[in-house]
């Protein structure tokens, strides 16, 4: 292995399905509210692009070299979680 790697997992999923996701496992009521494009470039400047856009980081380079995630699916990997 050489250069750099995407610490991802392969499931790409938005905050809001996280959040949703996460309340389903925590058995949590959910509600997302949206907040303002206009409040988060006032808040963040520049950076509000990556949060208002997001950014799709690829897993494809370390799944090519044998890398095998424990969990590929977030609902697995945050079900392990709640469960210790």
């Keep these: 292995m050489e250069g750099a790697y995407n610490a991802v997992a392969p499931d790409h ?50 799944i090519g070299s044998g890398y095998k995630f424990q969990f590929s699916e977030l609902e697995n990997a945050l079900t392990d979680i709640s469960l210790k």
Excluded: C
């Excluded at 999923?13 to 959910?30: V, Y």
């Design 13 to 62: 999923r938005t905050n809001k399905e996280f959040t949703r996701i996460l309340a389903h496992i925590l058995k949590k009521p959910f509600w997302f509210t949206n907040v303002p494009v206009i409040v988060m470039k006032l808040m963040f400047g520049e950076m509000s692009e990556i949060l208002l856009k997001g950014s799709r980081v690829s897993a494809d380079k370390i």
